[in-house]
């Protein structure tokens, strides 16, 4: 059961502005960066936002993301089709002996 | 250029024991954060363990006590030991390397584990 809490699903037309959530606590959000990966159907998950709002190289600037407190959120302006996937958000947590959490995810469908 | 190809999975019984290696090149594993990270079949990611360059290790609660993280650095190779398989660690296995912080930057495309009678 994961302590990163994520909406299952999001949804929206090429073009559009989709928005993600992540919900967490004082043991991992609240005190740790929070990571973003996409995880494409058949492919190894991939690191989309680093140190709570960095885009690694090679990510479009379409992908933003922001954190607040024990939140976090991922935003994808212009949506396209190649954006359907699997997102989770993750962070390490320092609760029992400490260990990396992901968020539940959200699959991204592009209607 | 860094990669990762994992290895060992396959069709092990409940009770059984499993070694999965994770072959690195472009890096050496000694000077880095390795870890393990799964997903179910129909599930989400998990992280399962990490090794640290200086050796400590750390397990998800879900397999303490069950799985060993290793690695060999003349080989460049990070292992995970999987003793006392259940049928939920069905799953593909990931092998990954963490960067100056806790963002996993480089991923191996996985070796799927099946633990069925």
């Known amino acids: 059961q994961s302590v990163l809490t994520q909406p299952p699903s999001a949804s929206g037309t090429p073009g559009q502005r989709v928005t993600i959530s992540c919900s967490g606590s004082?043991?991992?959000?609240?005190?740790?960066?929070v990571y973003w990966y996409q995880h494409l159907a058949g492919a190894a998950p991939k690191l989309l936002i680093q140190?709570?709002?960095q885009r690694p190289s090679g990510v479009p600037d379409r992908f933003s993301a922001s954190k607040s407190g024990t939140s976090a959120s991922l935003v994808i302006s212009g949506l396209r089709a190649e954006d359907e996937a699997d997102y989770y958000c993750?962070?390490?947590?320092?609760?029992?002996?400490?260990?990396?959490?992901f968020g539940t995810g959200t699959r991204v469908t592009v209607l | 250029e860094v990669q990762l190809v994992e290895s060992g999975g396959g069709v092990i019984q409940p009770g059984g024991s499993l070694r999965l290696s994770c072959e690195a090149s472009?890096?050496?594993?000694?000077?880095?954060?390795m870890s393990w990270v799964r997903q179910a079949p129909g599930k989400g990611l998990e992280w399962v363990s990490v090794?640290?360059?200086?050796?400590?290790?750390f397990y998800a609660e879900s397999v303490k006590g069950r799985f060993t993280i290793s690695r060999d650095n003349f080989k460049n190779m990070v292992y995970l030991q999987m003793d006392s398989l259940r049928a939920d660690d069905t799953a593909i296995y990931y092998c990954?390397?963490?960067?100056?912080?806790?963002?996993?930057?480089?991923w191996g495309q996985g070796t799927l584990v099946t633990v069925s009678s």
């Open positions: 004082s043991s991992n959000l609240g005190r740790y960066y």
């Open positions: 140190r709570n709002d």
């Open positions: 472009g890096f050496d594993v000694s000077n880095n954060y």
């Open positions: 993750a962070a390490w947590d320092n609760s029992l002996s400490g260990s990396y959490v």
């Open positions: 090794i640290y360059s200086r050796g400590d290790t």
């Open positions: 990954a390397k963490r960067g100056f912080e806790w963002e996993l930057t480089h």
